[in-house]
């Protein structure tokens, strides 16, 4: 047996593990520990363009699969240079999970989602979820799956709730 296939076969299963880890969270719009948070996802998500389909029954569904992030804090900078300290965030749809990629559409509600997925993900109750992942030197990578939001246009009365709700899938 060639020495080298005990570890092909451990990277391999590993990155099949790794795959399958994923975790999701629903947030309805009468979430007490995460208001309005539906709704804002919901929202972003239609001005960024994303049309919603109809799912039949009187609901629509609106969906962003492969959001990427590549957030800079620039804090290390030359104080001299005018983005010292100012971060820097660019977000793409249908794209790889790789720094700096180009794959896919620049995401122009980029800040706006970001501090969505930073709210879900330092929640008490969001499934294990973890969207982001920090390295030395200022940058930070965040990854959705999928952003997959449902609005029931048979809940007439925007007040009680149960209109708008949201499912989101890290990439971990």
């Known amino acids: 047996m060639n020495p080298k296939t005990p570890v092909l076969v451990t990277v391999s299963l590993l990155s099949l593990m790794w795959g399958a880890s994923a975790a999701s969270v629903t947030v309805s719009d009468t979430s007490s520990t995460l208001p309005g948070v539906a709704l804002d996802t919901t929202a972003i998500l239609i001005d960024a363009g994303l049309q919603p ?63 969505l997925l930073e709210k879900i993900q330092n929640a008490g109750n969001n499934g294990g979820v973890a969207f982001s992942d920090c390295a030395m030197g200022g940058y930070c990578g965040t990854i959705a799956r999928a952003i997959s939001c449902t609005i029931d246009t048979k809940i007439e009365n925007l007040d009680n709730g149960g209109r708008w709700s949201c499912t989101f899938t890290d990439g971990q």
Request: proline share 6%; glycine share 10%.
């Open 53 to 115: 389909h109809n799912a039949g029954g009187g609901k629509f569904t609106v969906e962003a699969k492969g959001f990427h992030c590549d957030r800079r804090s620039n804090a290390p900078v030359d104080a001299a240079d005018p983005h010292a300290g100012v971060p820097t965030l660019k977000c793409r749809i249908n794209a790889k999970n790789e720094k700096d990629t180009k794959s896919g559409q620049p995401f122009a509600e980029a800040r706006a989602m970001s501090d």
